[in-house]
C-alpha cells in the first residue's frame, strides 16, 4: 500500500508544525532580557489636598508612557496604582523618559501632567484642589 504524494505532503507540513510550536514553547519559557539601553526608576507619588496639605488615601493614579519603536508603530503602555493611607504610590519598573501622570480621587479635582523621569529614584509630589461649588 503506498500514501499518495498529497498525504506525505500533509504528514510533514504537521511535523514542521510541531518542529515550530515546541520551539516556540521553549523560547517563552526563557525569562526576557533587558537591554543595556532601556533603563527603569522607581517613582514615589506623593499625593495631597486642601490647605492643610492632609494625605488623600485611595487616589487612583494612572501612568502613560509611549515605548517608542523603530520599525513599528510606538507602543503605549499604561500602569495604574492606588495610593496608601500616607497618601504615596510605588511604581517600581518605571521607565525613563516622559511620563504621563494622572491621579483620580472622590472630592478633588482631577490632576494630570507630563514629567520627566530622569534619576534612578524620583518623588513626586502632588497637591490636589477641593472642586469649585455648583449652587
Request: glycine share 6%; proline share 6%.
Amino acid at each position: 500500500m503506498k500514501f499518495p504524494r498529497s498525504a506525505a505532503v500533509c504528514v510533514a507540513t504537521l511535523a514542521l508544525c510541531a518542529a515550530q510550536l515546541s520551539l516556540g514553547a521553549q523560547d517563552k519559557q526563557t525569562p526576557p532580557k533587558q537591554s543595556s539601553t532601556e533603563q527603569m526608576s522607581r517613582i514615589t507619588i506623593e499625593v495631597s489636598g486642601g490647605e492643610t496639605e492632609t494625605p488623600v488615601e485611595n487616589a487612583s493614579i494612572y501612568i502613560k508612557y509611549i515605548e517608542e519603536r523603530k520599525v513599528m508603530k510606538d507602543k503605549k503602555l499604561e500602569l495604574n496604582v492606588k495610593t496608601n493611607r500616607e497618601g504615596t504610590a510605588h511604581v517600581p519598573d518605571a521607565p525613563m523618559g516622559r511620563v504621563l501622570v494622572q491621579v483620580v480621587a472622590d472630592g478633588w479635582k482631577t490632576y494630570g501632567r507630563w514629567y520627566d523621569v530622569s534619576e534612578a529614584k524620583q518623588t513626586i509630589k502632588i497637591h490636589l484642589d477641593k472642586p469649585p461649588r455648583w449652587y
